[in-house]
């Protein structure tokens, strides 16, 4: 069974001064923080366990609200990061939890919605291959962006570039096998000083196959990461549980459907919310 890791480092230096005293992915997204809906990303890829990479004081805020994850039939692991030096970090800090499985990554404020997402998620985690899965953007040099071959696998990704190569960005949702895990040690930092996951992506290619799985015309990728980027990933989510009347990211809910839990523990954490809104709404779930 494929475990996973939600990455929830960074400095945040772009939501600063409020980074100053709170970790960007614990910032809400209407009344539920940003984490919540790649949590139940790496939920709805069947993936049961997942370890929580952060700093010391975020380990415990996230710990106060959902513990070890037994509430939601799953199993929560934590790990400190003491420093930021990348994403490839936190799959190395993640090897022992990982063990001989194959793994997903997903960084804490990334955001998918897509009506068959869980079904689109649970096939390419089931399958035994190193995927990333990307989007189609306006403007791709602020991405790490594909170039495929003629026949559309991956060639070499690059990062941000200056001339345009592809509009396909990487989002940051990956599924990678266990043999991957070797390549770590063969990553040398960048001119940031950090581990960069498209070094990483590339050696994958290089050494094994990396597939593209893109997200169609269906689906929406956004990056919460920065103060805009979170402003308009909360006035989508709005939209969308407004005209929908269903809810995003709400760990309960994408438990049940994941079968993670049954219905009798489902009423009993509806009755316990103390959110008059979140307790119907769950309820309803169940008519």
């Known amino acids: 069974m ?59 805020l996230i710990k106060k609200l959902i513990g070890h994850g037994s509430n939601l039939g ?3 692991k934590y790990t400190i990061q003491k420093r930021p030096i990348g994403i490839p970090d936190g799959i190395k800090l993640s090897k022992r939890f990982i063990g001989n499985s194959d793994y997903a990554l997903m960084l804490g404020d990334n955001f998918f919605y897509s009506d068959n997402l869980p079904k689109l998620l649970t096939n390419i985690s089931k399958e035994k291959n190193n995927t990333i899965i990307s989007y189609k953007v306006e403007r791709p040099e602020n991405f790490g962006v594909i170039k495929l071959n003629n026949n559309k696998t991956i060639k070499k990704i690059f990062e941000k570039p200056k001339k345009f190569i592809s509009n396909l960005a990487v989002t940051g949702f990956y599924f990678y096998q266990n043999r991957t895990l070797d390549l770590l040690n063969k990553l040398k930092k960048s001119k940031r000083n950090e581990y960069e996951i498209t070094d990483f992506n590339n050696l994958i290619i290089k050494k094994f196959s990396l597939k593209n799985f893109e997200l169609g015309r269906g689906a929406v990728w956004l990056d919460s990461g920065t103060p805009n980027d979170h402003h308009e990933t909360a006035k989508f989510v709005k939209i969308i549980e407004e005209r929908t009347g269903k809810k995003i990211g709400m760990l309960e809910e994408v438990a049940f459907n994941m079968k993670f839990i ?26």
Request: hydrophobic share 40%; glycine share 4%; net charge positive.
């Open 2 to 60: 494929r475990k996973g890791i939600l990455l929830l480092g960074g400095s945040g230096t772009r939501f600063k001064p409020v980074t100053n005293v709170i970790n960007k992915h614990l910032l809400p997204i209407m009344n539920r923080p940003m984490f919540f809906y790649s949590l139940s990303c790496l939920m709805i890829s069947n993936i049961r366990e997942i370890n929580i990479i952060s700093d010391y004081q975020t380990v415990i």
């Open 74 to 76: 799953i199993k929560l």
């Open 262 to 287: 049954n219905k009798q523990k489902l009423i009993s954490l509806a009755k316990n919310n103390p959110l008059t809104e979140d307790r119907e709404y769950l309820l309803k779930t169940l008519k």
